[in-house]
């Protein structure tokens, strides 16, 4: 069974820091490029960032863009998110998933764990 288990999300205040993780297994983890989603309330999802197989390739949407740092330890199964710099637009539903794509229909999903910045 595809199981991805995102973990790390909070509440956080603009300026601040969070770390997201997401834990996978059922499926040959290095054989996906693998992604980060978010989905604030009452809006479609939207890619946040990709990191290719072996991780030496990394993407960003421009909004997260020298705050945000994708990684994976192959190793472990494990993808992270580390986001600096939290902005309140940054407030939503993160998902890690497989493929690049932010619709449903594509890839693996974790069930996204919920980011707010506030003030």
């Known amino acids: ?3 991805l288990v995102e973990s790390g999300g909070g509440l956080a205040q ?7 993780s997401c834990a996978a297994s059922g499926f040959t983890f290095g054989s996906y490029l693998l992604s980060w989603v978010r ?10 960032s990709s990191i290719s197989m072996a991780g030496g390739s990394t993407d960003y949407a421009e909004s ?6 994708i990684s994976r330890d192959n ?3 494990m993808l ?4 600096n710099s939290l902005k309140p637009e940054d407030t939503a539903v ?5 493929g690049r794509r932010a619709i449903r229909t594509e890839g693996y999903w974790g069930q996204g764990t919920q980011v707010t910045v506030f003030s």
């Not at 989905?39 to 946040?48: E, I, L, N, S």
């Open 39 to 48: 989905q604030a309330p009452g809006k479609g999802p939207d890619w946040v």
């Open 80 to 83: 992270y998110l580390q986001m």
């Open 14 to 20: 603009p300026g601040g820091s969070l770390r997201l």
């Open 64 to 69: 997260v863009k020298g705050r945000f740092t």
């Open 1 to 3: 069974e595809v199981q």
């Open 75 to 77: 190793a472990k199964n």
């Open 94 to 98: 993160y998902y890690c998933k497989t």
